[in-house]
DNA sequence: AAAATAACCAACCGCCGACAC
DNA sequence: CGTGTCGGCGGTTGGTTATTT
């Protein structure tokens, strides 16, 4: 019954929708989206709940114009991940992979001259442990933080994937047949080595340009 | 002022992996 | 094992707003 036809609404959320999305959250926390609906009686179905709450509900979520640092940051990030939106908005305090993938669709990649598409390859294969899905929400913010974003939202957690993730697929093969070390595959690498401080030159001129390795590293632990 | 075009961005879609049964 | 469900991700769409003609 719910999955036929047109039982879930579709479209822009309103104000109502909004509100009892909220209150649910509320009372039940997040997660069981496929519940709200049966609960609650919103039209609406899991995901498009679980969207709602994480691209505009939720009190992480920073709103208003990108600063410049953010995008100097979403730059850098993606030279290094290609479009993986959720990695590097998690990365930028507040931001959702909707809006960094909106924002640089819309005006980065412009300004940058770069063509739809062309980061697609980079780390496309790169798997992400379920571990660190899980924990990436309360990835350390440190070092980019945004004042604007509340302490209270920067849950710290040390959890840091790297070094017992040797199981990381992510590179499959690192594409070893065609390693010519450019940034993304200096990546790969990296993502998938088992040693705890891999910094290939490349890579930390890459990314780092501007920025203290130390800090850098200490911060970004993916 | 109106029409056409461009820009923006919220939300949808399809796919995938993890997990429970 | 296979199957179904769920949460999550990245690509894309389409409605709205802004700008240009």
Redesign the pocket.
Known sequence: MEKGGNY??????TEEEDKILMEYITNHG??????IARITGLK?????C???W???LSPNVKKG?FSEEEEDLIIRLHKLLG?????I??RVPGRT???V???W???LS?KLGVK??Q??AGL?SL????EY??E?ETLPLGLFSNPKVPSSDKKGVNASPIGNHGSWTAVEDFDARHADFNETSVCSYWFSSDNSSPSPTSFMDVFLDGYSPDVIWNDLKF
């Open positions: 879930y609404k579709k479209g822009l959320w997040k997660g069981k989206w496929s519940r609406r179905c899991g995901k498009s679980r969207l709602r994480m691209n505009y114009d479009n993986r939106w959720s990695l908005a998690g992979d909707n809006q993938k909106n924002h669709n819309t005006h412009k739809k598409r980061h697609k496309s798997k992400v442990p379920r899905k899980q990436r």
